[in-house]
Each structure stands twice: as C-alpha cells, then as structure tokens.
C-alpha cells in the first residue's frame, strides 16, 4: 500500500515499469510485506496466547458458581473455594501474560528476520534487474551514442585512418 506517491522516478524506475512490471511490482510487494511482517508478527504472536488464557480464564468464570457447587459435593470441598477460584483466573492471566510477552519477543525476532528475507529477495531481484538495465544502458550509448561523441569519434577516426 502506497501512501504517497513519488513525481519523480529515476530512469532504472521508469525503466523497470515499463519493461518489466511484473519485477517492478514484485520488488514493491516485497518491501511492503516486509513493512506488515515487521508489524504483524509481534501483534499476533503477542494476542494468540492472551485470547487463549483469557478464554480459559472466562470459561472458568462464567461456570465458577456450577464448579463450587460440584467440589463441594466432593473430596475438594476444602480446597475450591470462591476466593481460590479467583486466585487461579488471576494465576491463568498471569501465566498467559507471561507466555505472551515471551511469544512477543519470539514474533519480534522472526518478523525483522522474515522482513530482512524478504528485503533480501526484493534487492536481489533489483540487483538483477538493474544489471540488465545498466547492459541496456550500454548497448543504448553504443549504438546511439551522444552528438557531441559522435562528431568527436568521427574526426578521431579520420585522423586515424590508415591510407589505402
């Protein structure tokens, strides 16, 4: 997604969109989802484990009157108690915070390194592409050399020419 756009693109930009869109558009997705990589990974490594923990930690919430009334009836009825149920939804939390804070820190690391892969990727095609652009460039200057390069060579040339 391009948020503004440039007016001035270089000749190997222009040279690139016009002869090979396909690259062109593949080294922009590729920044671009370098850019989501960077971003997305940490979110959602962080929010899985949180929505996990906090759905068993609702579960348990929603069906703490139905839990007390069933352990009393059984061996636990010391144990299980409303205060102690209360005590494990904060210890869930707890502990899902925890590993969501570690799986951030994981997210963090794989998504610069997925996002450096994929830069990686964009500039190797870019590298490849402005090789041929620059062996174009060449071929272009060779056969259509400048007015003031021609003129020049023509006169060297005639200096030069042995006689027949």
Same mark, same amino acid.
């Given at each position: 997604m391009?948020f503004?756009?440039?007016?001035?693109?270089s000749?190997?930009?222009s040279y690139l969109?016009?002869?090979?869109p396909e690259? $062109?558009?593949r @080294?922009l997705?590729?920044? +671009?989802?370098?850019?989501? &990589?960077? !971003?997305?990974?940490?979110?959602?490594s %962080?929010?899985i484990?949180?929505?996990?923990?906090?759905?068993?930690?609702?579960?348990?919430a929603?069906?703490?009157?139905?839990?007390?009334e069933?352990?009393?009836?059984?061996r636990?009825s010391?144990?299980?108690? $409303?205060?102690? @149920?209360?005590?494990?939804i +904060?210890?869930?939390?707890? &502990?899902? !915070?925890?590993?969501?804070?570690?799986c %951030?820190v994981?997210?963090l690391m794989?998504?610069y390194?997925?996002?450096?892969?994929?830069?990686f990727?964009?500039e190797?095609i870019e590298?490849k592409m402005?090789?041929?652009?620059?062996?174009d460039?060449?071929d272009?200057?060779i056969v259509n050399?400048?007015q003031n390069?021609?003129?020049?060579s023509?006169k060297?040339s005639?200096?030069?020419?042995?006689e027949?």
């Amino acid at each position: 997604m391009v948020f503004s756009k440039k007016t001035f693109d270089s000749s190997f930009e222009s040279y690139l969109k016009r002869n090979f869109p396909e690259h $062109a558009r593949r @080294i922009l997705q590729a920044r +671009a989802n370098a850019n989501l &990589v960077r !971003f997305f990974y940490p979110l959602l490594s %962080f929010l899985i484990p949180i929505v996990f923990f906090a759905s068993i930690a609702l579960v348990i919430a929603l069906f703490k009157s139905k839990i007390i009334e069933e352990a009393q009836k059984g061996r636990l009825s010391e144990i299980i108690s $409303a205060t102690s @149920i209360q005590n494990i939804i +904060a210890g869930i939390f707890a &502990v899902g !915070f925890v590993f969501a804070f570690i799986c %951030f820190v994981f997210g963090l690391m794989l998504g610069y390194s997925k996002a450096r892969e994929l830069i990686f990727k964009s500039e190797e095609i870019e590298a490849k592409m402005r090789h041929i652009w620059l062996v174009d460039q060449n071929d272009h200057q060779i056969v259509n050399p400048h007015q003031n390069h021609s003129n020049h060579s023509k006169k060297h040339s005639l200096e030069h020419e042995p006689e027949a």
